[in-house]
């Protein structure tokens, strides 16, 4: 089975979405968790453990739409949460959302996409 280490954690993620303790090998089902200082959304961190090794084609497997996001300038961005990334880049949150639902690009020049 493909795991995807977590770093400064004793936590890995597989190939099917699942977050796992690495020692107990028993699945996390929190929605959400505590590293150090931070706490973090159990999604949220399973997508970026996703992205850093490179497997975007794994965000399929997460059961929380996952979008990817490109600026006018060609950037590229993902998120859980198109309302919180609309609100930080002060983007209207409904035309976004109609974006990726109709594959169109915002007047804004923004592109969305859902990936799942």
Known sequence: MEEFSIP???M???HHGNLYDYHSHSIITSEVIRIGDHTI???ALIANTYLSHGRVD????IDK???LIISPNGAKYYSLNLAEFSREHGLPVE????AAQKGYQTR??????SLN
């Open 65 to 67: 739409p996952v979008y």
């Open 12 to 14: 890995v993620v597989d």
């Open 41 to 43: 959304r159990t999604k």
């Open 8 to 10: 400064n954690t004793q």
């Open 58 to 61: 794994l965000l399929k497997r």
């Open 108 to 113: 804004e020049g923004w592109k969305v996409e």
């Open 95 to 98: 035309n976004m959302y109609k």
